[in-house]
């Protein structure tokens, strides 16, 4: 029975995120757990009368502190390039490039010396916590792009399907052909193209090649992706033994409903969330 496509369309989600999608506190926690050691030791700089003092030497004894100073400005890299009226400069934390003076001018300059002697943190370790939190929701759109990976993965676990036996995870179009010596030129522009699909799934008498995505906001990306992967459905059609299956939601299709449509009215096998809650992986790799 021919699905209605507004039916289907409106039960796609606002969000799929998962608790962990906000914050990894792990990552966060194990960040800052490499460095608390030397965190702890320039917390003596908090509230020092003789903070340029006492911060060199601090480097003369303890080098390793360097590697503290970029998180302390929220930078994840041990270069900072900065520049004034004097040129430019590129300062290098991982080792002492500079000289401890020219280390304590960037500290001065940058107002980490201000931050520190004036009270306005109380402890380094827990300074640092709140930066890695705060850049690690920067972190968020990569998570996002594996949540519908991992959800479609759990159905095909639920379905029966083992990985890395009957089913694989992100194979290119070379691979896929050598394993199974099956002619993907159709898809490949004669082998000038290579593709990685997010799943493969592969039964005894077919081999299906999966897409996911999940698209919680709009954009002309989406068009493109429908646009795409109508083109590619029809491809794969004309390859015996090989079926081509995507699974998407996101009422961020809501702004490319039509595109999206054209390629639902042409694809067979184009199934979101709640179909798989319904069980439609185990039928179509059954």
């Not at 608390?36 to 601090?58: C, M, P, R, Y």
């Not at 930078?75 to 934390?93: A, L, T, Y």
């Not at 640092?128 to 990976?149: F, I, Y």
Request: proline share 1%.
């Amino acid at each position: 029975m021919k699905r209605n496509f507004t039916e289907w369309l409106s039960t796609f989600r606002d969000s799929i995120a998962t608790y962990s999608y906000y914050i990894d506190f792990g990552k966060v926690y194990g960040n800052v757990e490499n460095i608390k050691i030397e965190l702890n030791i320039l917390n003596s700089l908090i509230g020092s009368k003789s903070i340029e003092k006492d911060f060199e030497n601090i480097l003369s004894k303890y080098p390793e502190t360097l590697k503290c100073i970029p998180i302390l400005l929220a930078v994840r890299n041990s270069e900072i390039s900065v520049s004034d009226e004097n040129g430019s400069f590129v300062f290098d934390f991982s080792t002492s490039k500079q000289t401890v003076s020219e280390y304590s001018d960037f500290m001065k300059k940058s107002g980490l010396f201000d931050l520190l002697q004036n009270h306005l943190v109380n402890n380094l370790v827990d300074y640092v916590t709140g930066v890695e939190t705060g850049l690690d929701s920067n972190g968020r759109k990569n998570r996002g792009g594996h949540l519908m990976e991992d959800l479609v993965e759990s159905y095909i676990k639920k379905a029966g399907f083992e990985k890395d036996k009957n089913y694989f995870k992100e194979m290119y179009i070379h691979e896929i052909t050598e394993k199974w010596n099956v002619d993907l030129s159709a898809i490949s522009n004669h082998g000038k193209m290579e593709k990685r699909f997010d799943f493969v799934v592969k039964t005894e008498k077919q081999i299906y090649v999966v897409e996911t995505n999940f698209y919680g906001s709009g954009g002309s990306k989406l068009n493109e992706t429908a646009r795409s992967y109508k083109t590619l459905s029809g491809e794969i059609d004309t390859i015996s033994g090989v079926t081509f299956v995507w699974f998407t939601d996101g009422n961020g299709w809501q702004s490319a409903r039509h595109n999206l449509e054209e390629t639902f009215d042409v694809m067979e096998n184009i199934y979101c969330i709640k179909d798989m809650e319904n069980g439609v992986v185990g039928k179509v790799f059954g």
